[in-house]
């Protein structure tokens, strides 16, 4: 059974600085795809960054560039978000996505941390 669970969301005030983990368990880790989503209430889904299976090829939204580091760790089967210099508009719940590159169709998704920007 496949399972990915996200932590490290939180409170947080603008122009501060998160990390979050989502620990991957029930699959090959190195055969997966990982990325990070995000969604607030009423709009669409987001993918916020990519990282492929060991190669380390990143991908970023254009909104987070330059704030955000996707990095994935094969040994501990983890994957991370480092979120720095923070915006209210990251404010969202931020899920974990898996997606295999072995199998057409193995698409697996955490069950979301919630990270708020706020003063």
């Known amino acids: 059974q496949v399972q990915l669970v996200e932590s490290g969301g939180g409170l947080v005030q603008p122009g501060g600085s998160l990390r979050l983990s989502c620990a991957a368990s029930?699959?090959?880790?190195?055969?997966?795809?990982m990325s990070w989503y995000r969604q607030t209430p009423g709009k669409e889904r987001e993918r916020v960054a990519t990282?492929?299976?060991?190669?380390?090829?990143?991908v970023y939204a254009e909104s987070v560039k330059g704030r955000f580091t996707i990095s994935r760790d094969s040994a501990k089967n983890t994957l991370y978000l480092q979120m720095n210099s923070l915006k209210p508009e990251d404010t969202a719940v931020f899920y974990c996505?898996?997606?295999?590159?072995?199998?057409?169709?193995?698409?697996?998704w955490g069950q979301g941390t919630q990270v708020t920007v706020s003063s």
């Open positions: 996505n898996a997606r295999s590159t072995v199998v057409a169709g193995w698409d697996y």
């Open positions: 029930g699959l090959n880790f190195r055969n997966y795809v």
């Open positions: 990282i492929t299976n060991p190669g380390g090829i990143e």
